[in-house]
């Protein structure tokens, strides 16, 4: 296996990130620096910054996150984060964000270069989302969130939105978007005039949370992840 999937497997970095380490010459062989060209067997010692790096069985878990946590290994305020939620043997690291008062569908793994494709919008990796925003959406306002929205880091890709519900005060819609811009949903919310009350990632990638509460987790199939691999062209 090349160095840069190798270290992807262990779990250090995505490929791309891991080119990064061994042109920065903090990757070893037995000792040697490693190059872009290096192939790596069972018996070989592997160190990032004199660090014993080894291949990990890779885990795929999906979790039903609840409000009040925040998607992060480590949060400097103390708050309960995902990874702690998910107590699982080998560790597994969020794949993009969820606000800490977002619901729903959170997929975690150690496979680095799985996480990085899901996460880049060229693979328009589909997210279904509820979102119970406050007022009765118009025809247009939906026709705007479909076509795209003018935010200050660039017009959003054509999204699929459809009123689930309409309510006195609340309404819920259900917005389908295909790219993971930090607060995406509620800026594309409140640049219609639609305060976001709730927001619950129903669907991410297609998987969904059918048996998981709140706080709950599971590991995907294999054919869950053969699907994601299939989504991403890995
Ligand atoms: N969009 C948001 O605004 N927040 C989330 O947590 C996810 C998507």
Redesign the pocket.
């Known amino acids: 296996m090349r160095l840069n999937a190798f270290l992807a497997r262990a779990g250090v970095a995505s490929r791309r990130s891991a080119d990064e380490l061994i042109r920065e010459r903090r990757v070893t062989v037995n000792g040697e620096a490693g190059e872009f060209n290096t192939v790596v067997g069972a018996d070989d010692v592997v160190e990032v910054d004199g660090q014993r790096v080894e291949v990990q069985p890779l885990h795929y878990v999906l979790l039903n996150k609840p409000s009040g946590v925040v998607t992060t290994a480590d949060d400097p305020q103390g708050r309960p984060t995902v990874v702690d939620l998910v107590s699982h043997a080998t560790r597994v690291m969020p794949v993009g ?3 800490v008062d ?1 619901t729903g569908a959170l997929l975690l793994t150690n496979d680095g270069e799985l996480a990085h494709r899901l996460a880049h919008p060229s693979f328009g990796v589909p997210k279904v ?1 509820d979102v119970d925003v406050v007022g009765s959406p118009s025809p247009d306002v939906l026709a705007a969130l479909r076509s795209g929205i003018d935010l200050e880091d660039g017009r959003t890709a054509p999204a699929e939105a459809r009123i689930v519900r309409r309510g006195t005060r609340v309404s819920r819609i259900e917005l389908t978007i295909h790219e993971g811009r930090n ?5 594309m919310c409140a640049a219609v005039g639609l305060p976001v009350e709730h ?1 619950h ?1 129903r669907r991410y990638a297609g998987l969904r949370l059918v048996g998981l509460d709140p706080g709950q987790w599971r590991e995907l199939t294999p054919d869950e992840v053969a699907s994601l691999r299939h989504t991403t062209g890995s």
């Open positions: 964000r969820l606000d977002t989302y607060q995406q949903v509620k800026r927001l990632r």
